[in-house]
């Protein structure tokens, strides 16, 4: 049977860079008030276009072999878009600007919020009530009763007591007592 690689190495993407934007990526590396995230791209790409691989670069940055790909491939995709501006004579500030947009974090929103400000107001007003208002034999409002009584009452769907908690504790209401939770 031939010896065969199941999993080929891909190849590390050449990364060309011209003098001005060596020079930014440089100056970039040197700023001590830039972020270290910043600073360890730049030197990535830096060393990329000195022909590093992507092995010595992750052990050099600390970085995996994928993450290093990953901003090798970013960094060539906006390549002709750097070029365009650096033809159109963009000033280094501007150019400067693309650069570090290419080397910074995409946006990531996250998940949806699960609960609406209402809902979150109608939960503190529920807290501020008197339990007994509520047929409730208890002198003090727990996470679990103010949960079974916003699901009652039609306030949530579903909400666990973890997070009633939360909410209470995050504010500390001018309108909610110290002796809320007991």
């Not at 993407?13 to 972020?35: D, P």
């Not at 992507?54 to 960094?75: M, P």
């Not at 280094?92 to 080397?103: F, P």
């Amino acid at each position: 049977m031939p010896d065969v690689d199941p999993m080929p190495t891909p190849y590390a993407i050449e990364i060309n860079l011209s003098t001005r934007q060596q020079q930014i990526l440089e100056q970039i590396t040197q700023q001590t008030t830039n972020t270290y995230r910043l600073v360890r791209r730049a030197q990535l790409i830096l060393g990329a276009a000195q022909g590093e691989k992507n092995t010595k670069l992750s052990a050099q940055l600390k970085l995996s072999r994928n993450q290093v790909q990953a901003w090798r491939d970013r960094w060539q995709q906006t390549a002709a878009t750097l070029m365009v501006a650096e033809e159109n004579q963009s000033s280094d500030l501007k150019l400067r600007q693309l650069i570090e947009g290419v080397l910074s974090d995409k946006f990531r929103p996250g998940t949806k919020a699960k609960f609406s400000v209402e809902q979150i107001t109608l939960l503190v007003a529920l807290a501020c009530e008197l339990p007994a208002s509520s047929g409730r034999p208890i002198s003090h409002w727990t996470p679990k009763e103010l949960t079974e009584e916003a699901v009652k009452r039609g306030v949530v769907e579903q909400i666990s007591p973890r997070s009633v908690g939360r909410f209470l504790k995050r504010g500390r209401f001018a309108t909610a007592s110290s002796a809320l939770l007991a």
